[in-house]
């Protein structure tokens, strides 16, 4: 920067002052930086939900098939001596062959009924083919579309063959008999499961297969050919379906250690326990087990099913294990299918993890089919390992001496172990192992407590953390939680409800049906719980009721609306907008509700939230009335009432600080346009009308009809408004006084047309793709249309609004909606527009003429004709013809128009396009009246549906949805700004040290005194005129405003950083400008001379700027210079043309914005709330010029345009606020400016020139300066006690307080010493001193005080 070196040293720049300011930094609050204001405004994109069993499925028949012949050996299995013998823990060779294959048949039975009670079973024990046959066909018959086990054990027939054949027996057991797997898989069908527990078991699986791609080859030829064979029969089961488990691979042998069973695979899966102690026991390991052998095993007490007994809590331990080495080795939807379909196959996968550890020990390798990716070395086998360790080790006391069991640490180990992923680690990494085990632990009671609360704060982490924790399958137990009625679970419970809920709304339905909904109606109704458990109770409610019938009903009976509406008033601002949007949703389309609400008066008890400070709640409470007046039952005058009362509280948000609450105001109107469509039809009717008979001044109505080029036509061309300027609308005024007494709205403000801005209609084809605005093509009312409109309907004579009564309820609702129409905000007008043409287009499809029956009717009743309508609107304004009337579908069924009331007084009836409007019955139907014949016609046959359905009842803005994302996101996690090593938090600390350097290195060189100030350090041609410049306080960018765009410019660099269009009407000026937030993330308000605002970000850099939010500042601004060009003549003769347009002054310090302008009010907005907080009146009949305030004293000056400078003191009330008026000033006010230290003084500026020092507590000025007359423009510097004065006759002065000049700047550098022109606006900068000039030949210059150092 251009400073000496000794200044960046020197230590007079007190460091106690600029620590303090650097303090400020972090404390100043900043305005428009709320998630409403950074994201758009709709629900997360839902995410498929895979954790619901689609099929869930049973195992309901068992074969269990031995082939044991025993006492036989097959002659292909040479045995050893001695050899496993144990066939289901029973030696065969103890008892007679017959009875030892009943027995283990029996047991084998018993030892599956353990898993699956209620299957059927069949035994076949050494069976012949057809014995198999008839078992398989009978069990597939009975089972139907359920799975079918068949348990397969060959150790007493021969090895599976290559050919894909297992052995049985004859019927006189003298041969073994192949059975091929071929006729196995036909007879058994699908769904099956297959268990093979022999030598070479992997063979099967492999025929299994080629023999299923067999099948579905042939299938294919069947399909192609009808004359094949198999096209007649009934299709065969697909095998994809099968799942099978081999006991080894295709070419290993069993083992046949005689320390285990011989069928070690089926006692694996159908004995885990068991044969994992014996297995454990076996081990070198088991040495350090002092005392435990294998027949002490067999004494464990307990039982299987009893977690309390330590085989209960081994079995608990191992299924815990199983299920999260499977959970998390396999990929999910295997996981899905073979651990959570089936309860029996579910077992026998857990139950396989461990045969394939232990068989794995001894050379053979279980095979699966899906395949499995091998699970033996997992981790968690240690953690079983210890657990059966600590059991064991207590066996020899327990049984011995009858101590008590200790119970396993391991679940609490397990806890902490998850404790410990969830606080150490990082956002991107794999899901904790722990998570199945969180899931057994929800089992207990002992660690229950402990387990939902670490079960919350994962669900916390986001929606990715539901859907994995619903993957898992913890829906059933969160579910069964809620039958309990422990307190302490209760905002566990509701906490994790409100996540799975955020993110999958379908379990509404499984709430409804468990009843469970009636846990969070009590806790909602329960005053002790904290504001935060019931919010998320009310939301989850919310959720339960929404769009679904069952849960309307289930929660009015539980009184949920009662309960919502006590809880209105809550001071907690998240539960107030949830209850609000939870009573939105129960009546949603659902009647009984409805009046439920009207006996509880609930519409009333809404009404004190349309105020509410915080504007989501204002939204919600929008919502909920909108829905309220949205039922479509049966009308009665009741209810009608009730509606139009709405409507009305409604309709006064109309100028609400937030777009978002105005784009909930639309629909909710919309809602009630839909409710009464035919009054509204008969309304748009009348405007239609109106807008037609009423010609307001305007180059556009004066043009010939052929200069209009019609938008279709040529894109390129700006699109023409019908209203350039306003300068015959004075005449207009005083009906707009007779309006005021007519409308008990606060309506009256929005009469005059300051009041609208067509926001979003642009005027060049670059703004339209900035803005989005809504191609008009589309629209049967065109912006202009609709503009003139809303100006007729406030000027035209007011009887001759036909029908209804001028003052009715659907004429105010459509004025609310044209005053929406025009937004300052694109998404609010584009919804308006929506609903507006809607009606405009069944309005004119149904009042086609009908018959007219005699002269007389004549001039009361012959409405717009549509075709009429059309075209001349299309002249007008660019909007396109009517949809053809000649198309069929509209001609068949015309509904008759709406009836109505004659008017006392009707002006004779003027047709607007030559007379034939009365008579237009006598036109042939098939043709449009006024067209240009055939060749229109054509084109408007294009589009006979066009414009069908602009509105639906399910107009809607993601409000809801939005809010609900609230409860996705993680709760508990710091933002990120608060967080100190965040990118957010350093980005912001640079900028705070980058603004105590500005201040530190400014206040060096203003305090030694600026002796000149004409150092031209920039000059650039800005693309328009410049009407408002401002430096950025702290980065090198200076914003130039033209008429209805801003250029930034790096005055540093010299370069142009960007250019946008502020989306103000074409008869609008942008007339200031503010930085806000500007010591951190900046935003740019803009306002315009019609009273709107607009604030922007992602400017001046290499992003598209993008509005943040626009509302309506002033809804009353007189319409007096508007439309001429802001030519320098204004200000020479101010009181013949006025006009100060909007001048605004922003305070960071309280978020408060001050706004005033051509009105007679200076209104405070308080931008935290988005809402009107004041209006102090100014006590004067002329424009307010000029605005500064101080919030340490609370003071408001205010410059005027009759000379007057004004001090109010906004403490006080409206009447007694204004504490000093000065009239030394004989003319216009061009600058008043608040000195902000705290015995600071005004200094005020008027057109003459004379500059006057006033002290806020006398009544006189302190001193006077004269200085140049035809004062333009006038800047005051805030730390140099400068001041520049810019003038008509092309020159800048600059002087010192004393008001000695000290440069007089006329010529630009360079440019061979080009004339400066016409000054048309100048601004200091806030800390440097430099001073922007721009002027009326385009050019935009900064001087300054000292040389660049080059």
């Given amino acids: 920067m251009k400073m000496d070196s000794d200044l960046l040293h020197s230590p007079a720049v007190g460091l106690a002052e600029e620590e303090e300011a650097d303090m400020n930094d972090w404390k100043l609050p900043l305005a428009f930086m709320k998630k409403r204001h950074s994201e758009k405004i709709e629900g997360s994109k839902a995410l498929a939900q895979s954790w619901r069993m689609k099929d869930r499925m049973k195992t309901v028949s068992v074969a269990l098939v031995l082939c044991l012949n025993v006492g036989v050996d097959p002659p292909d299995v040479v045995k050893t001596s001695p050899c496993a013998r144990l066939e289901c823990w029973i030696d065969p060779l103890s008892m007679s062959p017959q009875k030892a294959l009943e027995t283990i048949g029996a047991n084998l039975q018993k030892q599956y009924e353990n898993w699956q009670p209620r299957a059927r079973y069949k035994q076949s024990l050494d069976p012949t083919v057809d014995e198999v046959k008839k078992l398989c066909t009978s069990l597939r018959r009975n089972a139907k579309e359920e799975r079918?086990?068949?348990?397969?054990?060959?150790?007493?027939?021969?090895?599976?063959?290559?050919?894909?054949?297992?052995?049985?027996?004859?019927?006189?057991?003298?041969?073994?008999?192949?059975?091929?797997?071929?006729?196995?898989?036909?007879?058994?069908?699908?769904?099956?499961?297959?268990?093979?527990?022999?030598?070479?078991?992997?063979?099967?699986?492999?025929?299994?297969?080629?023999?299923?791609?067999?099948?579905?080859?042939?299938?294919?030829?069947?399909?192609?050919?009808?004359?094949?064979?198999?096209a007649q029969m009934p299709l065969p089961p697909s095998m994809k379906n099968c799942i099978q488990l081999a006991a080894c691979e295709a070419s290993e042998l069993l083992p046949m250690n005689p320390d285990l069973p011989a069928d070690l695979f089926t006692s694996c899966l159908t004995t885990p326990i068991k044969i994992a102690l014996r297995w454990f026991c076996m081990q070198k390991s088991a040495?350090?087990?002092?005392?435990?052998?294998?027949?002490?095993?067999?004494?464990?007490?307990?039982?299987?099913?009893?977690?309390?007994?330590?085989?209960?809590?081994?079995?608990?331990?191992?299924?815990?294990?199983?299920?999260?080495?499977?959970?998390?080795?396999?990929?999910?939807?295997?996981?899905?299918?073979?651990?959570?379909?089936?309860?029996?196959?579910?077992?026998?996968?857990?139950?396989?993890?461990?045969?394939?550890?232990?068989?794995?020990?001894?050379?053979?390798?279980?095979?699966?089919?899906?395949?499995?990716?091998?699970?033996?070395?997992?981790?968690m086998w240690q953690a079983w390992d210890l657990a059966v360790d600590i059991c064991l080790s207590q066996l020899p006391t327990i049984i011995e001496e009858g101590t008590a069991f200790r119970h396993s640490p391991f679940f609490a180990e397990q806890l902490t172990a998850f404790q410990v992923w969830l606080?150490?680690?990082?956002?991107?990494?794999?899901?904790?192992?722990?998570?199945?085990?969180?899931?057994?632990?929800?089992?207990?009671?002992?660690?229950?407590?402990?387990?939902?609360?670490?079960?919350?704060?994962?669900?916390?982490?986001?929606?990715?953390?539901?859907?994995?924790?619903?993957?898992?399958?913890?829906?059933?137990?969160?579910?069964?939680?809620?039958?309990?009625?422990?307190?302490?679970?209760?905002?566990?419970?509701?906490?994790?409800?409100?996540?799975?809920?955020?993110?999958?709304?379908?379990?509404?339905?499984?709430?409804?049906?468990?009843?469970?909904?009636?846990?969070?109606?009590?806790?909602?109704?329960?005053?002790y719980m904290p504001a935060e458990h019931r919010t998320m109770a009310v939301f989850i409610l919310a959720v339960i009721v929404n769009s679904y019938n069952t849960g309307q009903e289930a929660c009015l009976q539980g009184n949920l609306?009662?309960?919502?509406?006590?809880?209105?008033?809550?001071?907690?601002?998240?539960?107030?907008?949830?209850?609000?949007?939870?009573?939105?949703?129960?009546?949603?389309?659902?009647?009984?509700?409805?009046?439920?609400?009207?006996?509880?008066?609930?519409?009333?008890?809404?009404?004190?939230?349309?105020?509410?400070?915080?504007?989501?709640?204002?939204?919600?409470?929008?919502?909920?009335?909108?829905?309220?007046?949205?039922?479509?039952?049966e009308r009665t005058d009741h209810s009608t009432t009730i509606d139009h009362n709405v409507a009305m509280m409604l309709a006064q948000l109309i100028n609400d600080g937030s777009p978002v609450v105005r784009k909930e105001l639309v629909v909710a109107l919309s809602h009630l346009v839909v409710q009464y469509e035919s009054n509204f039809c008969t309304v748009a009717l009348q405007f239609i009308e109106e807008e037609k008979n009423y010609s307001v001044p305007s180059p556009a109505n004066t043009a010939e009809p052929g200069n209009l080029t019609p938008v279709r036509d040529s894109p390129a061309i700006p699109r023409l408004r019908s209203v350039n300027s306003y300068t015959n609308i004075r005449a207009a005024t005083t009906a707009r006084n007779l309006n005021k007494s007519l409308q008990n709205l606060n309506l009256n403000e929005e009469g005059g047309p300051a009041a609208f801005s067509p926001g979003n209609l642009s005027t060049s084809s670059s703004a339209s793709s900035t803005l989005g605005s809504p191609d008009n093509d589309e629209y049967i009312l065109s912006f202009e249309t609709i503009d003139k409109m809303r100006r007729v309907s406030?000027?035209?004579?007011?009887?001759?609004?036909?029908?209804?009564?001028?003052?009715?309820?659907?004429?105010?609702?459509?004025?609310?909606?044209?005053?929406?129409?025009?937004?300052?905000?694109?998404?609010?007008?584009?919804?308006?527009?929506?609903?507006?043409?809607?009606?405009?287009?069944?309005?004119?499809?149904?009042?086609?003429?009908?018959?007219?029956?005699?002269?007389?009717?004549?001039?009361?009743?012959?409405?717009?004709?549509?075709?009429?309508?059309?075209?001349?609107?299309?002249?007008?304004?660019?909007?396109?013809?009517?949809?053809?009337?000649?198309?069929?579908s509209l001609t068949n069924e015309v509904p008759k128009p709406p009836t109505r009331e004659q008017p006392a007084t009707r002006p004779p009836y003027t047709p607007t396009l030559g007379g034939q409007a009365p008579h237009s019955h006598q036109f042939p139907r098939t043709r449009k009246m006024f067209d240009k014949g055939p060749e229109q016609a054509a084109e408007d046959g294009d589009e006979p549906g066009g414009h069908r359905n602009y509105i639906c009842p399910a107009l809607q803005t993601g409000l809801c949805d939005w809010s609900a994302k609230y409860f996705a996101q993680p709760v508990m996690k710091i933002?990120?700004?608060?967080?100190?090593?965040?990118?957010?938090?350093?980005?912001?600390?640079?900028?705070?040290?980058?603004?105590?350097?500005?201040?530190?290195?400014?206040?060096?060189?203003?305090?030694?005194?600026?002796?000149?100030?004409?150092?031209?350090?920039?000059?650039?041609?800005?693309?328009?005129?410049?009407?408002?410049?401002?430096?950025?306080?702290?980065?090198?960018?200076?914003?130039?405003?033209?008429?209805?765009?801003?250029?930034?410019?790096?005055?540093?660099?010299?370069?142009?950083?960007?250019?946008?269009?502020?989306?103000?009407?074409?008869?609008?000026?942008?007339?200031?400008?503010?930085?806000?937030?500007?010591?951190?993330?900046?935003?740019?308000?803009?306002?315009?001379?019609?009273?709107?605002?607009?604030?922007?970000?992602?400017?001046?850099?290499?992003?598209?700027?993008?509005?943040?939010?626009?509302?309506?500042?002033?809804?009353?601004?007189?319409?007096?210079?508007?439309?001429?060009?802001?030519?320098?003549?204004?200000?020479?003769?101010?009181?013949?043309?006025?006009?100060?347009?909007?001048?605004?002054?922003?305070?960071?310090?309280?978020?408060?914005?001050?706004?005033?302008?051509?009105?007679?009010?200076?209104?405070?907005?308080?931008?935290?709330?988005?809402?009107?907080?004041?209006d102090i009146p100014t006590g004067a009949d002329s424009c307010v010029t000029s605005l500064s305030c101080d919030s340490q004293r609370s003071l408001i000056v205010a410059g005027l345009g009759d000379g007057s400078v004004r001090v109010f003191d906004r403490r006080m009330g409206p009447n007694e606020c204004r504490v000093m008026t000065y009239r030394e000033h004989g003319a216009w006010v061009v600058k008043a400016h608040l000195q902000k230290e705290t015995d600071g003084h005004i200094i005020s500026v008027s057109v003459n020139g004379d500059v006057r020092f006033f002290e806020p507590r006398s009544p006189d000025s302190v001193n006077v300066l004269q200085t140049v007359k035809g004062l333009t423009a006038l800047d005051i510097h805030p730390q140099a006690n400068l001041f520049a004065c810019g003038s008509m006759n092309q020159f800048i002065a600059v002087y010192n307080s004393n008001g000695d000049v000290i440069s007089n700047i006329k010529y630009y550098d360079g440019f061979m010493g080009q004339r400066i022109g016409a000054i048309s606006c100048l601004a200091f900068h806030p800390h440097w001193p430099h001073l922007a000039v721009g002027s009326n030949d385009y050019y935009m210059s900064i001087y300054s005080a000292e040389k660049r150092l080059r």
């Fill in 148 to 230: 079918v086990l068949f348990h397969y054990n060959g150790h007493g027939v021969p090895r599976p063959t290559v050919n894909g054949e297992i052995w049985v027996f004859n019927k006189n057991y003298t041969q073994y008999i192949p059975l091929s797997i071929y006729d196995l898989q036909t007879w058994m069908g699908s769904p099956s499961i297959f268990v093979y527990d022999c030598s070479n078991a992997g063979i099967i699986v492999k025929s299994f297969k080629q023999f299923a791609l067999q099948r579905e080859q042939e299938l294919e030829v069947a399909a192609i050919n009808p004359s094949h064979p198999l």
């Fill in 794 to 888: 406030s000027y035209s004579s007011l009887n001759s609004l036909i029908g209804v009564s001028f003052n009715s309820v659907y004429t105010q609702i459509w004025r609310v909606l044209l005053h929406l129409a025009a937004d300052p905000f694109p998404e609010v007008s584009d919804l308006a527009m929506k609903v507006l043409n809607s009606i405009a287009y069944k309005a004119t499809m149904n009042a086609r003429p009908q018959r007219i029956l005699d002269s007389g009717s004549l001039t009361q009743s012959a409405p717009a004709s549509p075709t009429s309508k059309g075209t001349h609107i299309h002249q007008a304004g660019g909007s396109p013809p009517m949809p053809s009337t000649s198309s069929s």
């Fill in 975 to 1174: 933002p990120e700004e608060h967080d100190v090593e965040s990118q957010v938090r350093m980005e912001r600390q640079w900028r705070f040290l980058r603004n105590t350097r500005v201040r530190r290195q400014s206040r060096g060189i203003t305090q030694k005194g600026v002796s000149r100030l004409d150092d031209q350090i920039f000059i650039n041609r800005n693309p328009g005129v410049p009407s408002v410049v401002k430096f950025h306080p702290f980065n090198t960018c200076i914003a130039v405003a033209d008429k209805d765009s801003i250029c930034f410019w790096d005055w540093e660099k010299g370069e142009r950083l960007d250019y946008f269009y502020n989306g103000n009407p074409r008869y609008t000026r942008i007339t200031a400008m503010e930085y806000l937030n500007g010591h951190d993330c900046s935003l740019l308000l803009t306002a315009t001379d019609d009273g709107a605002l607009r604030i922007w970000k992602n400017f001046a850099d290499q992003k598209n700027p993008e509005m943040v939010t626009a509302w309506q500042g002033l809804s009353d601004m007189l319409p007096t210079t508007r439309g001429l060009a802001r030519r320098v003549s204004i200000y020479l003769d101010r009181s013949k043309q006025g006009g100060a347009g909007m001048v605004v002054d922003w305070e960071q310090e309280t978020g408060l914005l001050m706004t005033s302008g051509d009105v007679r009010v200076v209104r405070i907005w308080d931008t935290d709330r988005e809402m009107k907080i004041q």
């Fill in 423 to 527: 606080t150490m680690g990082v956002e991107n990494r794999n899901p904790p192992e722990q998570l199945p085990i969180v899931l057994q632990v929800l089992l207990s009671q002992v660690h229950r407590l402990r387990a939902l609360d670490l079960l919350g704060r994962f669900l916390d982490l986001g929606p990715w953390a539901v859907s994995l924790a619903l993957s898992v399958g913890i829906f059933p137990y969160v579910l069964k939680l809620l039958q309990s009625s422990a307190r302490e679970l209760r905002p566990l419970l509701v906490f994790i409800w409100a996540k799975i809920l955020a993110v999958d709304s379908s379990c509404q339905a499984d709430l409804v049906k468990d009843n469970g909904h009636k846990y969070f109606l009590s806790v909602l109704a329960d005053s």
């Fill in 287 to 379: 040495k350090l087990v002092p005392g435990v052998t294998l027949d002490l095993i067999e004494k464990i007490p307990g039982r299987l099913n009893d977690r309390r007994t330590p085989l209960g809590e081994l079995n608990w331990i191992f299924t815990a294990i199983t299920d999260t080495i499977a959970w998390n080795v396999l990929p999910r939807d295997l996981f899905q299918k073979l651990f959570r379909q089936d309860l029996l196959v579910a077992s026998l996968f857990r139950n396989f993890l461990l045969a394939e550890r232990i068989m794995r020990s001894y050379n053979c390798t279980p095979v699966s089919s899906p395949r499995l990716p091998p699970t033996y070395m997992h981790a």
């Fill in 561 to 633: 609306i009662a309960n919502c509406l006590e809880q209105l008033s809550d001071p907690h601002p998240l539960l107030r907008q949830w209850v609000a949007i939870c009573l939105g949703r129960i009546w949603q389309n659902f009647e009984p509700a409805r009046w439920c609400g009207v006996r509880d008066s609930a519409h009333e008890k809404l009404y004190t939230l349309l105020s509410d400070p915080i504007p989501e709640v204002r939204c919600a409470a929008v919502f909920a009335l909108g829905t309220f007046v949205g039922n479509s039952a």
